[in-house]
């Protein structure tokens, strides 16, 4: 074992600042704290031809660690693909931010899948070497930086991929990194603001105990992370697991059991602990998914029970008139044999015509103000010149999916619809997926009861945009969805319109 001594630092995640581990000569020091986003990829996958032989491809480092390269040598045998890995120049992955402790090699496939393949451990002079096998025939790789080896998917700090060189054996394409097979964000959670814990530097370690203790704050990652997604609640057996297994390490460390036992358990709790995340993730998604079942279903009840009102009070009506009708017809039968009917008084037909519109108007007014008030109650809305509009946030869409909260507000509306025929529903998508959100939004209003020959669906993408897209927060107002209601019931102006005559009232 290389007697190489680092000083090794506490790490806390979300700090504004630590000291990174140094080499005797103070090599990497500390350096301030950025977090870093890398979007849109290109990655060339290579399809490897089975048992046709060993075939080399290079790395070359992203904008985030330019200086650091490598190549692999790749051979598909019988039943596996082996990936013989050497990188160079790999920096500490706490330069990234303080969560980061460790780099993540990981095969992803054409379709943006990816798999972890294993753990990057740079040397004292910032060289790996990794070996590793995969089943999978076509893929790309790629490096990135990780709170803990244990990861299921890769974050976003990207800092080598692979490059196809002339001599590579093999049909190349390109990786679609789908998002929903690539989520961010999963490794993160916020420090409360009571957290007092501060960046300590620690004594000089040699590098059997640096690597104990880099493990150890890998599985603490890895626990805190959990716990952050709700494993103690939802997942509290494999949590409770992973706890008892970080104390063993820890305990294991102290009484100087050795590395191997030590590493060996710390790894045990960060890959338990990332189960607990997982289990609790799937979960908490079940429970929402339940709950806005069960949301859909009150809804639906509901709306059986105001139609079965309506067709109740429908029903009542028509016998009334009917009654009335037949008390009508034996009266006039009546005064028929007595005298006649005196003529009809002369009325104006401009006063027949104005009056019944008026009374029209008016109750297509208080209609549309109702039912704004009753879309108000579920999303935001407004009175608009083409109709009632509601819109639906960017942040209630999981890509193209509407999430779990979305279902209860849209049953609501698909109520307040259907209870008045005559209304026409056009849906209409912004900003990226709108064709996919406009169509999913369009499929649950017609799924809560809305007809769907009056619904219609179109994604506008960015063509009409709100406000400046130079911002986060201008473009997540412009990648909505917008509901439009319009229609005879509630006529074609808004409240806060005033209807003009074209011509005075003649005398």
């Known amino acids: 074992m290389t007697n190489r001594f680092l000083t090794f630092a506490v790490l806390v995640i979300f700090r504004t600042s630590t000291a990174l581990p140094q080499t005797e000569t103070g090599r990497e020091g500390s350096v301030p704290l950025y977090r870093v986003t890398v979007v849109d990829r290109t990655v060339r996958a290579v399809d490897y031809q089975y048992r046709n032989g060993p075939t080399t491809i290079g790395f070359r480092g992203t904008v985030l660690l330019p200086q650091a390269k490598g190549e692999a040598i790749v051979e598909s045998k019988e039943g596996r693909v082996e990936v013989e890995a050497r990188l160079e120049r790999l920096l500490a992955p706490g330069r990234f931010g303080p969560e ?4 993540v090699l990981w095969a992803i496939t054409p379709e943006g899948h990816a798999k972890n393949l294993g753990e990057v451990l740079a040397g004292h002079s910032d060289k790996a070497h990794l ?10 790789l790629v490096v990135t930086a990780e709170p803990y080896s244990a990861v299921r998917q890769p974050s976003d ?12 054996i093999g049909r190349t394409e390109p990786i679609t990194a789908k998002y929903e097979l690539l989520p961010r964000g999963h490794y993160t959670y916020e420090v409360p603001s009571d957290f007092e814990t501060a960046a300590v530097a620690g004594p000089k370690l040699s590098m059997n105990d640096y690597q104990q203790v880099v493990e150890l704050y890998q599985a603490q990652n890895a626990m805190q992370i959990a716990e952050a997604a709700g494993a103690a609640q939802y997942a509290g057996d494999t949590y409770r697991k992973a706890a008892g297994l970080l104390r063993q390490a820890q305990e294991a460390h102290t009484r100087s059991a050795g590395m191997t036992r030590v590493v060996t358990l710390a790894r045990q709790a960060a890959e338990t602990a990332e189960d607990a995340r997982v289990l609790a993730v799937q979960r908490k998604q079940q429970e929402e998914l339940g709950q806005a079942r069960e949301r859909a279903n009150a809804a639906e009840q509901s709306r059986a029970r105001a ?3 309506v067709v109740t009070a429908q029903t009542e009506a028509a016998a009334s008139r009917a009654l009335l009708e037949q008390e009508g017809t034996a009266r006039r039968q009546t005064e028929a044999t007595t005298a006649p009917a005196p003529p009809p008084p002369a009325q104006r037909p401009d006063a ?15 209609l549309r103000m109702r039912l704004f008030r009753e879309f108000s109650a579920a999303m935001p809305a407004r009175d608009t010149p083409r109709g009632l509009l509601m819109t639906i946030s960017g942040t209630d869409f999981q890509a193209g999916h509407p999430r779990a909260s979305v279902y209860q507000r849209l049953a609501a509306v698909a109520e307040t619809i259907g209870a008045h025929p005559g209304l026409a529903v056009t849906v209409e998508g912004h900003g990226p997926f709108s064709d996919e959100r406009a169509f999913a939004v369009r499929d649950i209003l017609a799924h809560d009861g809305v007809a769907s020959s009056t619904i219609a669906a179109l994604g506008l993408g960015d063509g009409r945009p709100l406000t400046s897209n130079a911002t986060a927060a201008g473009r997540e107002q412009n990648r909505r969805v917008e509901i439009i209601i319009s229609g005879g019931p509630i006529g074609q102006l808004p409240n806060w319109a005033k209807a003009y005559r074209l011509m005075p009232n003649r005398p």
């Not at 980061?100 to 780099?103: K, V």
């Not at 027949?352 to 208080?366: D, H, I, M, S």
């Open 157 to 168: 700090v990207v800092v080598l991929e692979n490059e196809i060189r002339p001599d590579t």
């Open 100 to 103: 980061y402790l460790t780099y």
């Open 352 to 366: 027949e015509t104005r009056q019944p519109a008026a009374v029209g108007l008016q109750q297509k007014t208080e």
């Open 307 to 309: 139609e079965a009102a």
């Open 131 to 140: 070996r590793v096998t995969t089943n999978l025939q076509a893929f790309g």
